[in-house]
């Protein structure tokens, strides 16, 4: 019986069958409309076919939707909306994109956000800045708004911090107080040296005396005292804690005055007038001196040890080098070398927080090492470690049950050691992202190296390199075919290691801002610090550096010596 209802699709070679040249996309619908499943039985009839939408028979196509053009990809700036089976535009400032809401590549004048998103430089979130490499980057986590990613680089601070110049500290210094609406370090007034308020002085300078209204004042102001003679002082001079001048004071003889020197408050005809003494040397005193009381040339009289004279430092009485040292270590603005022939430690620079002045009976060390604002050294009789300086993190105080050791390195505000007699890593101080917590599994380790957020070491049996603590830009993750490492080195964000076996050098980590040369010698030493990287060439000792040189840091002088 027919069927009245029923639509057969006509058989291939028949009168209706599909042109040779049909487009694949009429192939497959008409592909689909054959090969439609069946639940353990045949469709009803081929009569339903009819029945089915032109959508559901895209929906078994691989192909979407591109203005008025199907194809199987989408162009540049569109993303494939699976749901519409078409390409749908990227957001606004995407150049490329996965869906509505992911921007995987922005416009060459915006910046992209952690949340995927492409925005102005100005609208990058708070906490990042607009970094080179066209991504908001995190600033450093003492900035709550920075212009870049260093600690020198804050614009505004936290709740727990002030703003002094572009650095955000814990603790504002003399002279100045923390304005907590601010955020900032405002200069205390005039006179005071430490205040509460713009008005209220609660310590005044050596010269200034508080009053009842909180006040620094200077009480010889609009006093004018009676000059003093030639050989008499004090009497010029008014007592700022009384605001009386002085009485006439004789001044010490052999001071000058017109007619040659002061004896005994008198001025008297100068026995030196004409006596040429001997120049005294660089490195010592009194040698060119005349004694006015009898006419006499001093006799020539060493310098204390270390004072500055034109190629280096005076030592017992002669200008020269530094002598020569077993150890250097440097800090963020101060720096440390442990004598070769005396094992004496001196320092110089900023001493901020005491880091540059050895405690006293000090014993001899064997090894130092510097953070930021600290420094820490190895008794080189005991092993005992002993650290100074800054300590607000606990960077300078090791634990009280820490053994001999044999290694030490300091990070930002963090420390680690290596035991004498294990080789065992113990670290202390600021743990923020782990770098003062070494791995449970960690083996006995050779050489350990600590960068601003994290810790590098080398195992002892194996040389193999392994890190831990922050991992912002791979940095405690070494390459998977590192090879075994005689030394390793860090700096803010890059690690570097010294190939055991051929001295080659291997970095990883920030590399854009600290791209290893290509044509570094084999090395024998390596060592970084803050956004630069130094190494020592084998066979002829050249020092060669890379990575930031704004103060010339990464550019050894032409003169140094083979190290």
């Not at 008025?68 to 990809?73: A, I, L, Q, S, V």
């Not at 601070?157 to 107080?177: E, I």
């Amino acid at each position: 019986m027919t069927d009245t209802g029923t639509r057969r699709l006509p058989a291939s070679g028949t009168r209706g069958a599909a042109p040779a040249a049909a487009t694949p996309l009429l192939l497959l619908l008409s592909l689909a409309m054959f090969a439609l499943p069946v639940s353990g039985h045949r469709l009803a009839s081929q009569r339903h076919l009819h029945g089915w939408r032109l959508l559901d028979l895209l929906r078994l196509a691989p192909y979407l939707l591109s203005g008025t053009t199907c194809g199987t990809t989408c162009p540049v700036g569109t993303f494939a909306d699976t749901d519409a089976r078409k390409c749908t535009q990227c957001p606004t400032g995407c150049t490329a994109c996965t869906s509505a809401t992911v921007c995987t590549a922005c416009a060459s004048t915006l910046w992209r956000t952690a949340d995927w998103r492409c925005v102005a430089a100005s609208d990058c979130p708070v906490g990042t800045f607009p970094a080179a490499n066209r991504v908001c980057s995190a600033c450093a986590f003492t900035c709550a708004t920075c212009s870049a990613g260093g600690y020198q680089d804050c614009t505004s601070c936290g709740s727990s911090r002030y703003l002094l110049g572009t650095a955000c500290v814990a603790y504002c210094p003399a002279g100045t107080r923390g304005d907590n609406a601010a955020r900032t370090c405002a200069a205390c007034p005039t006179g005071c040296a430490a205040c509460s308020s713009d008005t209220v002085c609660t310590t005044c300078n050596a010269d200034r005396w508080r009053t009842a209204d909180a006040r620094c004042a200077d009480l010889c102001a609009g006093t004018t005292c009676p000059s003093a003679g030639e050989c008499d002082s004090a009497a010029g001079v008014c007592d700022a804690a009384t605001g009386v001048c002085g009485a006439p004071t004789a001044k010490p003889d052999n001071t000058t005055c017109i007619l040659g020197s002061c004896q005994g408050g008198v001025c008297t005809a100068d026995l030196c007038a004409s006596i040429t003494c001997p120049s005294a040397g660089e490195c010592d005193s009194e040698a060119g001196v005349c004694d006015p009381a009898t006419g006499v040339c001093g006799a020539p009289t060493a310098k204390p040890d270390n004072t500055a004279c034109s190629i280096g430092l005076c030592w017992t009485g002669k200008c020269r080098d530094l002598p020569p040292s077993l150890a250097i270590a440097a800090g963020a603005i101060s720096t440390c070398a442990l004598a070769a022939d005396t094992g004496v430690l001196r320092c110089c620079g900023d001493d901020y927080v005491g880091q540059a002045t050895p405690p006293a009976g000090l014993s001899q060390p064997s090894a130092i090492a510097m953070g930021d604002y600290h420094i820490c050294v190895i008794a080189a009789d005991t092993g005992a470690v002993r650290c100074w300086g800054g300590n607000d993190f606990g960077q300078a105080t090791p634990p009280a049950n820490l053994p001999p050791s044999s290694a030490i390195n300091a990070g930002t505000y963090h420390t680690c050691a290596i035991a004498a007699e294990t080789s065992a890593v113990s670290c202390w101080g600021a743990d923020w992202y782990g770098q003062a917590t070494p791995p449970a599994n960690l083996p006995p380790s050779s050489a350990i190296n600590a960068g601003d957020y994290y810790t590098c070491a080398i195992a002892a049996e194996t040389g193999a390199v392994r890190c831990w603590g922050a991992d912002w830009y791979g940095q405690t993750t070494p390459p998977a075919d590192l090879p075994p490492s005689s030394a390793i080195a860090t700096s803010a964000y890059t690690a570097c290691a010294l190939a055991a076996e051929t001295g080659a050098v291997r970095c990883w980590g920030n590399t854009d801002a600290q791209a290893t040369p290509v044509d570094l010698p084999p090395s024998s030493a390596l060592d970084g610090c803050g956004y630069h990287m130094c190494v020592v060439a084998a066979g002829t000792g050249a020092v060669r550096c890379w990575g930031s040189n704004g103060d010339g840091q990464a550019m050894p002088p032409a003169d140094l010596p083979p190290v």
